[in-house]
């Protein structure tokens, strides 16, 4: 009968032992509580959890991405736009993850939704097309302020997508498409300018050298004949037909 009974003992002693072996991987750690109190953080490797004295919660430590579901978020300049983001993070402390906040991974979801329409909604629409990376890094600080109290580090936040409706989607087609044409005339006014000027410096250089302007007018013949046409239009420079005007008028004077 004593055998038997210490042969109870032994088993029941063993598959105690059996059950309070807990092994942790080297990306977990375990929050011990003993009695409902907090006693510390085991892990990772080999250790003993008493049963019914003790409990474990197993953390995970990796980083976690987390998709922040589309947002409907209405910008300073009144445009209605759906947003939706990815939020990379990881515990730091499994401890607070565990006591100072009920399912962190929750509270990180709804922190990061109402964070994201409250910061989008301070800015134009422009600034959300075209200064992402901005607004990612305000995003990212203003969660990771709010969840160090929690023990989680927020690393990243990215912007995914940003939806229009269709008539706010042709809007800015047609904004992008006066924006070139007004590029453009921008641009040709600048080249009629810069045209002009050049054109100025070199009446002035040649009203300097009178021979220049002779030797143009032999390279501009020079130009037409090369192209094999039947007419030649030659200019006559004003030198020479200002003396035959000026015996013109002296000979009208006489008669008159």
């Given at each position: 009968?004593?055998?038997?009974?210490?042969?109870?003992?032994?088993v029941?002693?063993?598959?105690?032992?059996f059950?309070?072996?807990?092994?942790?991987?080297?990306?977990?750690?375990?929050?011990?509580?003993?009695?409902?109190?907090?006693?510390?953080?085991?892990?990772?490797?080999?250790?003993l959890?008493?049963?019914i004295?003790?409990?474990m919660?197993?953390?995970?430590m990796?980083?976690?991405?987390?998709?922040?579901?589309?947002?409907?978020?209405?910008?300073?300049?009144?445009?209605?736009v759906?947003?939706?983001?990815?939020?990379?993070?990881?515990?730091i402390?499994?401890?607070?993850?565990?006591?100072?906040?009920?399912?962190?991974?929750?509270?990180?979801?709804?922190?990061?939704?109402?964070?994201?329409?409250?910061?989008?909604?301070?800015?134009?629409?422009?600034?959300?097309?075209?200064?992402?990376?901005k607004?990612n890094?305000?995003i990212?600080?203003?969660?990771d302020?709010?969840?160090?109290?929690?023990?989680?580090?927020?690393?990243?936040?990215?912007?995914?997508?940003?939806?229009?409706?269709?008539?706010?989607?042709?809007?800015?087609?047609r904004?992008?498409?006066?924006e070139?044409?007004?590029?453009?005339?921008?641009?040709?006014?600048?080249?009629?300018?810069?045209?002009?000027?050049n054109?100025?410096?070199?009446?002035?250089?040649l009203?300097?050298?009178?021979?220049?302007?002779?030797?143009?007018?032999?390279?501009?013949?020079?130009?037409?004949?090369?192209?094999?046409?039947?007419?030649?239009?030659?200019p006559?420079?004003?030198?020479?037909?200002?003396p035959l005007?000026?015996?013109?008028?002296?000979?009208?004077d006489?008669?008159?």
């Amino acid at each position: 009968m004593l055998i038997n009974f210490g042969f109870v003992i032994v088993v029941l002693l063993a598959l105690l032992v059996f059950v309070s072996i807990k092994i942790l991987p080297e990306y977990e750690r375990g929050v011990m509580f003993t009695l409902g109190r907090m006693t510390g953080v085991k892990g990772p490797g080999l250790f003993l959890v008493i049963p019914i004295l003790q409990k474990m919660v197993k953390v995970d430590m990796r980083t976690v991405v987390m998709d922040v579901p589309p947002q409907d978020v209405i910008s300073r300049d009144n445009v209605s736009v759906r947003v939706n983001a990815v939020v990379y993070f990881r515990v730091i402390n499994a401890d607070k993850a565990i006591v100072e906040v009920e399912h962190f991974y929750d509270a990180v979801s709804q922190l990061a939704q109402t964070t994201l329409r409250s910061v989008l909604g301070k800015h134009e629409l422009d600034d959300m097309l075209a200064e992402r990376d901005k607004l990612n890094i305000d995003i990212q600080a203003i969660l990771d302020r709010h969840t160090d109290a929690w023990g989680i580090k927020v690393a990243n936040v990215e912007i995914k997508q940003v939806d229009l409706d269709e008539s706010m989607t042709r809007a800015i087609a047609r904004q992008a498409e006066a924006e070139r044409a007004r590029r453009a005339k921008v641009i040709n006014a600048e080249g009629e300018m810069q045209a002009a000027e050049n054109l100025r410096g070199a009446a002035e250089q040649l009203a300097r050298e009178p021979q220049a302007l002779q030797l143009r007018y032999l390279q501009t013949l020079v130009d037409i004949a090369g192209e094999n046409n039947s007419t030649i239009v030659f200019p006559l420079p004003m030198d020479l037909i200002e003396p035959l005007m000026d015996v013109a008028r002296t000979v009208k004077d006489k008669d008159g």
